[in-house]
């Protein structure tokens, strides 16, 4: 079992240099996230000396984090897109917003390549919005901000931004998905006209296996994720910290009290308890692009980037489609009304994570962006 094997390898990889004790630079390193944390749930943090060694070096060596982030085998980051030959000259064509995956930019060369392909391949204005000013910070952000927080400062820049005032269509690679679907759920004012979600985390993950030992359990990212998959994962201050534990859905513990109380997913799929208004605001865009990596080893199951979810009978081993699952049966946010009113739109790619060809980005462009 995925989840069995993480902890395992995470705690064998845990040396006793990077075991903190000292209550006060816990403290002091989650102070640094502007999170104030209750005292017993400092004592347990202390149960997962990897993650606080990176919020240490979040605190103190920001550069070097980064770094570790984009190098982790759960990095997306985008590869830089050719412009492209045929172009758009259209007045009036609907700005493009994009949004990266964990490890990347929006500073970084791939990004800013394909938001310029994007814009000039519908000739339209095309801007990708980060969550922080620097690539240093943004880079950081996807790991240590969580969904929430990183979905008001996008919505942030994105009400700031003239140009995006009459609305936008939006376009997210990996995570880069959840930013924009909390911004729709939670704002969509301006409102998003067509999302184009690329290999997104929407319906969340049930394994990290790139960092399986199976894989490539390697690095400080993998170990500190490793520790809070298990009890530690849907701890109010785990959730309030970790980008990737919110979107975290370990099949095993869909009915706890701590998943349902806690996880920034469950929420958001109204696993919890439904949000009319964000059920509201999810319905007023008008076409959602759902697009599978038919090869992804880092979305566990793939077919989640269609709104799959592992079947409750045989969770590491069978998957509902979309219209099995709980979310779309109860239509706790939409996503079955959203089908009715014939808005979702499903494609694929024969490819790895984020890895599709400049040709198949762009005739995605073409159909649901022009």
Not at 38 to 48: D, F, M, P, V
Not at 80 to 88: C, G, K, L, S, Y
Request: glycine share 8%; charged share 20%.
């Amino acid at each position: 079992m995925f989840r069995l094997c993480l902890l395992a390898a995470g705690a064998a990889a845990i040396s006793t240099d990077a075991i903190v004790d000292d209550a006060e630079t816990l403290r002091s390193a989650l102070s640094h996230l502007k999170l104030d944390v209750r005292a017993s749930e400092l004592a347990r943090l202390k149960e997962a000396p990897n993650l606080v060694k990176l919020l240490a070096t979040a605190r103190d060596d920001p550069h070097t984090l980064a770094a570790q982030l984009a190098a982790s085998p759960l990095a997306a980051i985008a590869r830089e897109v050719a412009p492209p030959t045929n172009t758009r000259d259209v007045t009036g064509a609907l700005p493009i917003v994009t949004a990266h995956g964990m490890g990347d930019s929006c500073f970084n060369a791939g990004m800013k390549s394909v938001t310029a392909a994007a814009g000039k391949r519908v000739g339209a204005y095309a801007v990708c919005v980060p969550t922080a000013d620097t690539t240093v910070g943004d880079t950081i952000d996807g790991f240590l901000k969580n969904m929430d927080r990183s979905v008001d400062a996008f919505a942030e820049r994105v009400r700031k931004d003239p140009k995006l005032k009459n609305g936008f269509n939006a376009l997210g690679l990996s995570q880069g998905n959840n930013v924009i679907r909390g911004y729709i759920a939670k704002y969509n004012d301006p409102p998003v006209r067509t999302f184009l979600s690329i290999c997104g985390c929407n319906a969340g993950v049930a394994a990290w296996p790139q960092c399986s030992p199976a894989g490539k359990l390697i690095g400080p990212v993998c170990r500190a994720l490793a520790e809070v998959l298990g009890d530690l994962a849907y701890l109010k201050v785990v959730q309030d910290i970790l980008f990737q534990a919110n979107y975290y859905r370990d099949p095993l513990r869909l009915k706890d009290d701590a998943y349902l109380s806690n996880s920034r997913l469950a929420h958001w799929n109204g696993e919890s308890h439904a949000n009319a208004t964000w059920r509201a605001n999810f319905l007023r865009t008008e076409k959602f692009v759902w697009v599978e990596g038919t090869r992804d080893t880092v979305v566990f199951p793939r077919d989640g980037e269609h709104w799959a979810a592992p079947d409750p009978a045989d969770p590491w081993k069978g998957v509902q489609p979309m219209k099995q699952t709980a979310w779309y049966t109860s239509d706790a946010f939409g996503l079955r009304t959203a089908d009715d009113q014939g808005k979702h739109a499903f494609e694929s790619f024969a490819g790895q994570h984020i890895d599709f060809t400049d040709e198949e980005l762009f005739g995605w462009l073409d159909k649901y962006f022009t």
